[in-house]
Each structure stands twice: as structure tokens, then as C-alpha cells.
């Protein structure tokens, strides 16, 4: 993985309030579903998922949105990278089965169900 740089740092606390999260998705995201997103519901989740052999992750943040009657969870991977990683799509396999198996532990799962 690589190191983190102050652009890193800069994105996160970007990204750290609500508002910057709306306008991100507003402008990047494409769907219909944005028009049931309920913005002023944007709420902050944890974001250090630990796995089974003991291994953290600190760096993402990890939001909750309500979309119609219905919360989904918007996962965002901030890393700056001197050079494209071959293995980016594992990594983000790996982060998405962190955080999954952070709501299976905490009991946050909607109707059983992974998001």
C-alpha cells in the first residue's frame, strides 16, 4: 500500500462533512436513486475495521444515507497513488468484506440482509 500524503489528509477532512459528501455523489453518481436521497440524513459511520486475523484499516470513511425508505451506506476510499495498482479491485473487495463483516458483528444488518 502506499503512503499517506497530505493530499490524503486534505481529501479526508474534505470529505468529512456532510455537505461535500451530497455534492460528491450529486455530481458523480449517476441513478435515479438520487432523487429519493434524503441529504440532510447523511450520518458518519465507523470507519477502522478490524478482520478476523487482527489486521486495521483507518482510512475510509464510510457514510449512511436514507434513499426512499431505506438506509444505504456510501463507502468512500481516499488513497493518492504514484503509480496505478494492479490489485486495486482485491483491495477494494477486501474493504467492502471488512465492512461487511463489521455489520454482521455489530448486529447492523437491515432485515438480515448485507448492503
Same mark, same amino acid.
Given at each position: ?6 493530499h490524503?489528509?486534505?481529501y ?8 461535500m459528501v451530497?455534492?460528491?455523489l ?8 438520487l ?16 478482520s478476523?486475523k ?5 482510512? /475510509?470513511m464510510?457514510?449512511? $444515507?436514507?434513499?426512499g ?8 476510499? #481516499?488513497?493518492? %497513488?504514484? +503509480?496505478? /495498482?494492479k490489485?486495486?479491485a $482485491?483491495?477494494m473487495?477486501?474493504?467492502?468484506g471488512l465492512?461487511?463483516?463489521? #455489520?454482521?458483528n %455489530?448486529? +447492523?444488518?437491515q ?5
Amino acid at each position: 500500500m502506499s503512503s499517506k500524503t497530505p493530499h490524503d489528509t486534505g481529501y479526508r477532512l474534505l470529505f468529512s462533512h456532510p455537505e461535500m459528501v451530497r455534492d460528491l455523489l450529486i455530481g458523480y453518481m449517476p441513478g435515479e436513486w438520487l432523487k429519493e436521497a434524503d441529504f440532510t440524513s447523511l450520518k458518519r459511520a465507523n470507519g477502522s475495521y478490524v478482520s478476523d486475523k487482527e489486521s486495521q484499516r483507518h482510512d /475510509d470513511m464510510v457514510w449512511q $444515507l436514507k434513499v426512499g425508505q431505506q438506509w444505504v451506506w456510501v463507502y468512500l476510499l #481516499l488513497e493518492f %497513488q504514484s +503509480e496505478p /495498482d494492479k490489485w486495486m479491485a $482485491l483491495r477494494m473487495m477486501i474493504y467492502m468484506g471488512l465492512l461487511c463483516q463489521h #455489520l454482521i458483528n %455489530q448486529g +447492523e444488518l437491515q432485515d438480515g440482509l448485507l448492503p
